[in-house]
């Protein structure tokens, strides 16, 4: 796909929706007195004060997010990621093919904004891209056997090889004396729990892991090439979007954070972490 030379706009989708599994209505939860979604929206101004979307399929959402000023954008109800309702919002206000739009996800109140700077400069940069992403360092044993959290590897040129919620690379050497490392489940509250724990408290991990950060720049055209195609069998499996991307051959750069990013909110647990990071910000 060409990408054309004309200057771009840069744009801010922030996906919302209330009906998540492993924590329902998250994005209107309280916290240091604003729902998630309104500190989220809060970090897009920082950025792209001009151009935010709140792309959302519930009434209550667009009522909430209209109250702090937002725009928003409902859109269809069966979406399942946060790329194709971002895909719709593009096609209903027809942003150009050409536009870079950041997907900011919802459950990301304690987003740096340094780290969207660097994404958001990366495509304007580098025309041979359609989409990048983030990585963050990862240096505990417990992240890396947590399903919640995302771990990717990357090849030479630091394009994604692979995203998994398994604890990727395997290192044998490190992992396969652990006995009971494999055994280690996670409860509905996103805690480790079983036997193991304290396998994994005691295993030091080489360095180079990578927390995938579930934050995206797209050039608007790829949105659209994106939705046309079919669910992967990978995405399917691991319930990881950024796998459709993969499975059709596209490079993804994973960039970088320049500074360490706060864990988003995909359990109970990581609200309580939030929550606290909030109170000791006050």
């Not at 200057?7 to 599994?21: F, G, H, K």
Request: charged letters at 15%.
């Amino acid at each position: 796909m060409g990408i054309a030379s004309t200057p771009s706009a840069l744009r801010v989708i922030i996906p919302a929706r209330l009906a998540s599994q492993r924590l329902p209505r998250k994005p209107l939860l309280m916290c240091a007195g604003k729902t998630l979604l309104q500190h989220v929206y809060e970090k897009a101004q920082a950025l792209c004060p001009d151009s935010i979307v709140i792309a959302t399929d519930h009434p209550e959402v667009i009522q909430v997010a209209t109250q702090f000023g937002a725009s928003t954008c409902l859109t269809s109800a069966a979406h399942t990621t946060g790329t194709d309702r971002a895909a719709e919002v593009c096609k209903k206000l027809a942003y150009s093919e050409e536009d870079i739009i950041i997907v900011l996800q919802a459950d990301e109140p304690l987003m740096p904004l340094a780290t969207l700077q660097v994404l958001s400069e990366y495509l304007q940069h580098h025309p041979e891209y359609v989409v990048a992403t983030i990585g963050d360092e990862l240096t505990s044993p417990q992240e890396l056997f947590d399903p919640n959290i995302v771990k990717v590897v990357l090849d030479k040129a630091h394009c994604a090889l692979y995203f998994s919620r398994a604890p990727i690379p395997w290192d044998r050497a490190r992992f396969s004396s652990q006995k009971y490392l494999v055994d280690v489940n996670m409860t509905a509250t996103g805690t480790m729990s079983g036997v193991g724990v304290q396998d994994i408290s005691a295993l030091r991990i080489a360095p180079g892991y990578l927390r995938h950060i579930g934050l995206y720049a797209y050039r608007a055209a790829f949105l659209q090439t994106y939705v046309d195609w079919p669910v992967a069998p990978l995405e399917s499996l691991e319930y990881l979007e950024q796998l459709r991307i993969l499975w059709h051959g596209v490079q993804l750069p994973v960039l970088q954070s320049p500074c360490s990013v706060p864990v988003g909110v995909d359990t109970p647990a990581d609200f309580t972490k939030i929550e606290q990071l909030f109170a000791s910000l006050s």
